[in-house]
């Protein structure tokens, strides 16, 4: 559900890597509550390898946001290059007011205009950190019920019981009484 949230306000400012980053972790926790649920570790195995890369990217976005090593939230980068939008809570976060003033000298683009901010009670890039945290912390959580689950089904495969296994006592063996005792059981 924090991913279908997260996919939502991508969608809405146009940041094409997070969308199609979302869209692939989507698909990933969707690979492993089936394999949950269906008893397939390499599922589980798939999901928990993503979600070390996931911790990544969120790590990334994190840096990104807060400007660090040189990264610039200012930058194109999450929407490679194809469009100036940023991220949707820049204009619409909590207590934020937008002023639109119409670009004026320039024929033709009436329906354009300049955007200005201001008020935010939150900043933006703080908003999409904690956004960040909160999918790291999820992943986090996720790694360790993932490992948990492969560790029981593997389990539950070594201690399968074959007919006739390797067991000393199997649950499954030959009468070892004579004949003439079973038949004696009967006539009482």
């Not at 926790?29 to 999901?47: A, E, K, S, W």
Request: aromatic share 18%.
């Amino acid at each position: 559900l924090a991913a279908l949230e997260r996919q939502v306000f991508d969608f809405l400012g146009y940041q094409w890597a997070p969308i199609l980053a979302n869209f692939l972790h989507i698909i990933i926790v969707i690979l492993g509550l089936f394999g949950t649920i269906q008893y397939r570790p390499r599922y589980i195995v798939v999901y928990a390898i993503w979600t070390a890369v996931w911790v990544t990217w969120n790590i990334f976005i994190i840096c990104f946001y807060l400007e660090v090593g040189g990264l610039s939230k200012d930058s194109e980068l999450l929407t490679f290059n194809i469009s100036r939008h940023q991220s949707w809570w820049s204009e619409n976060g909590p207590g934020c007011v937008r002023k639109e003033a119409s670009m004026s000298g320039i024929k033709g683009l009436e329906s354009h205009s300049y955007i200005s901010v201001i008020g935010c009670a939150l900043e933006y890039r703080y908003i999409e950190v904690m956004h960040s945290s909160f999918q790291i912390l999820i992943a986090l959580v996720g790694f360790v019920y993932a490992c948990y689950v492969v560790s029981v089904f593997t389990e539950e495969e070594d201690s399968f019981d074959f007919i006739g296994g390797f067991d000393p006592f199997p649950l499954y063996h030959v009468n070892e009484k004579p004949t003439n005792l079973l038949f004696k059981q009967t006539y009482l």
